[in-house]
Nanobody
């Protein structure tokens, strides 16, 4: 079964940037539509960005023009470049397929945007 490990989160001031990474075992990233999900405080987990097998991308409106999803199939790794961060971007970020496979959620990486 595939394993996903997220990293790169941290505390950042509003307007700052972070780059998240999702390392996968096996070639799940190469052969599936993948997504970055966010769970904010007291909120449900939501899909914020997705990337297809041929690198086409989609974003939820709240992160469009600020976040960039990408992947490196050779490294079995997916990324989320987050720019112009806002306090409402705070949450735990997870990667998974889109739609998600419930049994392969990782522990996520915490992003906190605060001054």
């Amino acid at each position: 079964q595939a394993q996903l490990v997220e990293s790169g989160g941290g505390l950042v001031q509003p307007g700052g940037s972070l780059r998240l990474s999702c390392a996968a075992s096996g070639n799940i990233i190469s052969f599936n539509i993948m997504g970055w999900y966010r769970q904010g405080p007291g909120k449900s987990r939501e899909l914020v960005a997705a990337i297809t097998r041929d690198h086409s991308t989609n974003y939820v409106d709240s992160v469009k023009d600020r976040f960039i999803i990408s992947k490196d199939n050779a490294k079995n790794t997916m990324y989320l470049q987050m720019n112009s961060l806002k306090p409402e971007d705070t949450g735990v970020y997870y990667c998974n397929t889109n739609p998600p496979v419930p049994t392969i959620w990782g522990e996520g990486t915490l992003v906190a945007v605060s001054s």
